[in-house]
C-alpha cells in the first residue's frame, strides 16, 4: 500500500512540475523562463551544458521563480474621494473609503510546451471592493460598486518563439469580462462587459544575464483603450546580487537577490482597469442624446513599491509588498452615445498600500534534476 501512495505522489509532483516549468505571461508582468545557464565563453555560448543549442527568451540568470498558481490580497489605508459632475443632472459628492481591497486569483497551464514554442493559457479572477463611510452614499455611482465590488474574470493566451540563441518573439491576446456584473442575469440584460487587450515584442538575448525587446502593447494600462510603444529590458549585474527586470513604461523594478531563497524588488507600476457599471436608474442627458444604461469607469494609478519574496517550501513562494499608491484616474465615461464624454471626475487620495501573495513554483530538486537554475 505504501508502495501505491509513494507512486501517486510522485505523479502529483511531477504533473505539478509540468504545469510550473512553463513561465507565465501575463499583462504588465514579465515573462519568467528559466532554461539552463548557457557557457559564457563566446565559442561555446550558443550551446547549454549538454551541448545542445541554447535558444532565446526574455528571461535572464537570477530572475525569481516562474509562477503557476497565485493568490493575491491587497488592502489600502483610509482615503478621500472626492466626485465632481462633469455634466448637468449629476451633483458632486465628497466622502471618505475607509477601505478598498482586492482579491486576484491566476492560474497558468502550459498548452504547448517545446524549445521552439512555448504556448500557455492562462485564467484570472480579480474582485476589488470598496467601503465607503457614509452607507448608503446617497450617491448611485458609489452605492453601485460598494453593493456589487468590480470584477474581471479573464482568458489569455501567450506565445513565445524562440528563433535561435539571441533572437525571440513573445506576444499575448486577453480577453475577459470586466465590470459590475453579479450573475448571469446581469450578463444578459445588454451591458457589454466584454474587454480585449493584446501585446507582442521582438527581442534580443545577448548574454545569460541581459535580453531586451521592443514592441508595443493594446490595453487599459492607462484606463482607456490605447497602443502604445514598449520596451522589456532584463538585465542581471555581475556578481548575480543586483539586477533590472523592465515592462516600460508600466513596470520598472531593480531586484536584489540576498540568496536563492529570497529577493527584494524595489521600483514603481503603473496599472490601468476599465470597468463597465450599470446604472440602476437611467440617466438623461439631453434631447439628442440617448439616456445612459451604463457608465464606463476607468481607473489608472501609480505605485512606488517594495516587494520581498521569499521561499516556504519548495514548490510555495510568499510575497509581502508595500508602497504608496497614487490615483491618476478614476473617471466614468458615457459607454452609449458616440461623444463619450466624460460624466464624472473622481479624485482618490493617495494612500499607502500593503499586500500579500501566495504562490506555487516549480519544486527545486525537479528543477535540478533537470538541469534547470532559477
Known amino acids: 500500500m505504501s508502495g ?13 512540475a509540468g504545469l510550473l516549468l512553463t513561465a507565465p505571461v501575463q499583462a504588465q508582468e514579465l515573462p519568467r523562463i528559466f532554461p539552463a545557464p548557457t557557457p559564457t565563453d563566446s565559442a561555446t ?21 516562474s509562477k503557476g498558481i497565485i493568490l493575491h490580497y491587497e488592502r489600502t489605508a483610509p482615503f478621500s474621494v472626492d466626485a465632481s459632475s462633469q455634466v448637468s443632472g449629476v451633483r458632486d459628492y465628497q466622502t471618505r473609503a475607509y477601505r478598498n481591497g482586492r482579491l486576484i486569483f491566476k492560474g497558468y497551464i502550459p498548452a504547448w510546451n517545446r524549445p521552439h514554442l512555448k504556448v500557455i493559457l492562462g485564467l484570472n479572477y480579480d474582485r476589488e471592493e470598496f467601503k465607503f463611510q457614509q452607507q448608503p452614499t446617497s450617491y448611485g455611482l458609489f ?14 493566451l501567450a506565445v513565445i518563439r524562440p528563433v535561435d ?14 465590470g459590475d456584473y453579479n450573475s448571469g442575469q446581469d450578463l444578459q440584460n445588454g451591458v457589454n462587459y466584454l474587454r480585449a ?48 527586470e523592465a515592462l516600460f513604461p508600466a513596470r ?35 434631447p439628442d442624446k440617448q439616456p445612459l444604461r451604463s457608465l464606463e469607469l476607468r481607473e489608472t494609478e501609480v505605485k512606488l513599491r517594495l516587494r520581498w519574496e521569499r521561499e516556504l517550501l519548495p514548490f510555495l513562494w510568499l510575497g509581502a509588498e508595500g508602497g504608496f499608491r497614487y490615483n491618476y ?12 464624454e466624460r460624466i464624472v471626475r473622481t479624485k482618490l487620495g493617495g494612500t499607502p498600500y500593503v499586500s500579500l501573495e501566495l504562490f506555487a513554483v516549480p519544486p527545486r530538486k525537479l528543477l535540478e534534476k533537470a538541469g534547470v537554475r532559477r
Open 45 to 65: 555560448r550558443s550551446l547549454d551544458l549538454r551541448g545542445k543549442q541554447q535558444l532565446a527568451n526574455p528571461s535572464v540568470v537570477g530572475m525569481g521563480p
Open 197 to 244: 487587450s493584446a501585446e507582442a515584442f521582438y527581442g534580443w538575448k545577448r548574454s545569460p544575464r541581459f535580453s531586451w525587446g521592443v514592441g508595443f502593447q493594446y490595453g487599459y494600462t492607462f484606463g482607456r483603450l490605447s497602443l502604445y510603444p514598449a520596451i522589456i529590458y532584463n538585465r542581471t549585474f555581475e556578481g548575480d546580487r543586483w539586477g533590472i
Open 329 to 340: 484616474a478614476f473617471d466614468a465615461f458615457d459607454h452609449t452615445n458616440a461623444s463619450r
Open 165 to 178: 540563441a539571441v533572437h525571440w518573439y513573445l506576444a499575448r491576446v486577453k480577453g475577459e469580462l470586466s
Open 143 to 156: 452605492d453601485n460598486i460598494e453593493n456589487k465590488g468590480l470584477k474581471s474574470t479573464g482568458v489569455q
Open 252 to 286: 520598472v523594478s531593480v531586484r536584489y537577490t540576498a540568496s536563492e531563497h529570497s529577493l527584494f524588488y524595489g521600483g514603481y507600476s503603473v496599472d490601468g482597469s476599465n470597468y463597465i457599471v450599470a446604472l440602476r436608474q437611467e440617466l438623461p442627458l439631453g
Open 4 to 16: 501505491s501512495l509513494r507512486s501517486i505522489k510522485n505523479w502529483v509532483v511531477l504533473l505539478l
